[in-house]
């Protein structure tokens, strides 16, 4: 997939070698892209186990 992000390989092709629809690809590509932005560690990142913690914290 490092290919597809060097321009070595567009998505399509990439699609058939995985042996998967070039949606997933493209969505991973997406978010690889948008959270390589972001840095590492995104400020006010949110993940599961933390939506899980403020609603508990908001039912206090």
């Known amino acids: 997939m490092l290919s597809i992000l060097a321009g070595e390989m567009t998505v399509p092709p990439?699609?058939?070698r995985a042996r998967?629809?070039?949606?997933?690809i493209g969505t991973?590509?997406?978010q690889l892209i948008?959270?390589?932005r972001a840095?590492?560690?995104a400020k006010n990142a949110r993940t599961?186990?933390?939506d899980?913690?403020?609603e508990a914290?908001?039912?206090n």
Do not use: T, Y
Request: glycine share 8%.
């Open 57 to 59: 914290r908001s039912r």
């Open 34 to 36: 948008e959270n390589g």
């Open 14 to 16: 990439a699609a058939r």
């Open 28 to 30: 991973w590509k997406r």
């Open 48 to 50: 599961p186990s933390r």
């Open 52 to 54: 899980a913690q403020l």
């Open 20 to 24: 998967v629809s070039e949606q997933p």
């Open 39 to 41: 840095g590492p560690i």
